[in-house]
């Protein structure tokens, strides 16, 4: 009987080697961009609860927005804290051992990118932010009808974790963007539609932003002006 005794040489294990690493390095990057498309459509599905959250918070309080942050003198609930009882209302899961209430609401007025930050830093970071040009000077907080253009003006956005100082503040403005997602930004306009919008080529770790109607974005952070 014959009998093949042949076995792979060097080179042939060379070549599968060589092959693999090739179907890995084109699998790679798709995979990549799947979970960078994902992390994009929870944070856009994220930012319409908290506008669902928001617009009932309105409703209960005579038009009026929440605050945009907890300094100053001026008194309130800050958005942040806000949407909370909105959302647990909406979304706590039947069994309330599956998961803490504290950890669902995180997870919805977070941006994903927050389960990467170290945990001594959670309780201090906040990856989506409300605009806080919508009240200024001795305007505390506003109505939410007497925004002139609704579908142009920002109201929570991607903010950046990456500065201490910025990182930590219930809000922001174009300054204090982050385009981390495929290096654009989810931001959620006053009439509750959310767009994915990039401005340059940043990878999300620095100043990124639009004043008043840049780069014909036709985005508005100062509904005044």
Same mark, same amino acid.
């Given at each position: 009987? *014959?009998? %093949?005794?042949?076995?792979?040489?060097? +080179?042939?294990?060379?070549?599968?080697?060589f092959i693999? =690493?090739?179907?890995?390095? #084109?699998?790679?990057?798709?995979?990549?961009?799947?979970?960078? @498309?994902?992390?994009?459509?929870?944070?856009?599905?994220?930012?319409?609860?908290?506008?669902?959250?928001?617009?009932?918070?309105?409703?209960?309080?005579?038009? *009026? #927005?929440? #605050?945009e942050s907890? $300094?100053? $003198?001026?008194?309130?609930?800050?958005?942040?804290?806000?949407?909370?009882?909105? +959302?647990?209302?909406?979304?706590?899961?039947?069994?309330?051992?599956?998961?803490?209430?504290?950890?669902? =609401?995180?997870?919805?007025?977070? %941006?994903?990118?927050? @389960?990467?930050?170290?945990? %001594?830093?959670?309780?201090?970071? /906040? $990856?989506? @932010?409300?605009?806080?040009? =919508?009240?200024?000077?001795?305007?505390?907080?506003?109505? +939410?009808?007497?925004?002139?253009?609704? $579908?142009?003006?920002?109201?929570?956005?991607?903010? /950046?974790?990456?500065?201490?100082?910025?990182?930590?503040?219930?809000?922001?403005? *174009?300054?204090?963007?982050?385009? /981390?997602?495929? @290096?654009?930004?989810? !931001?959620?306009?006053? %009439?509750?539609?959310?767009? /994915? !919008? &990039?401005?340059?080529?940043?990878?999300?770790?620095?100043?990124?932003?639009?004043?008043?109607?840049?780069?014909? &974005?036709?985005? +508005?952070?100062?509904?005044?002006?």
């Amino acid at each position: 009987m *014959y009998k %093949d005794n042949h076995a792979f040489t060097i +080179i042939e294990i060379l070549i599968v080697i060589f092959i693999i =690493l090739i179907i890995v390095g #084109l699998i790679f990057p798709i995979l990549y961009k799947i979970r960078e @498309k994902s992390n994009q459509a929870v944070c856009m599905s994220n930012m319409g609860q908290m506008y669902k959250a928001i617009l009932q918070y309105t409703f209960e309080n005579d038009g *009026y #927005l929440p #605050l945009e942050s907890n $300094s100053g $003198s001026c008194s309130g609930e800050v958005w942040f804290k806000a949407v909370d009882r909105y +959302i647990i209302t909406d979304t706590l899961p039947e069994n309330p051992t599956e998961i803490s209430t504290k950890e669902k =609401l995180l997870r919805i007025k977070q %941006d994903p990118i927050f @389960k990467t930050i170290s945990q %001594d830093k959670k309780d201090n970071t /906040r $990856s989506i @932010k409300m605009n806080t040009q =919508l009240a200024q000077g001795t305007m505390c907080n506003r109505m +939410i009808d007497s925004i002139s253009f609704p $579908s142009m003006t920002v109201l929570l956005f991607d903010g /950046r974790v990456n500065n201490t100082t910025v990182a930590s503040k219930y809000d922001g403005s *174009y300054g204090s963007v982050a385009q /981390r997602h495929s @290096k654009g930004a989810n !931001i959620l306009f006053m %009439d509750g539609h959310v767009e /994915r !919008i &990039q401005n340059g080529d940043s990878d999300g770790t620095v100043n990124e932003g639009w004043p008043n109607g840049h780069a014909n &974005q036709g985005i +508005i952070w100062d509904p005044d002006q």
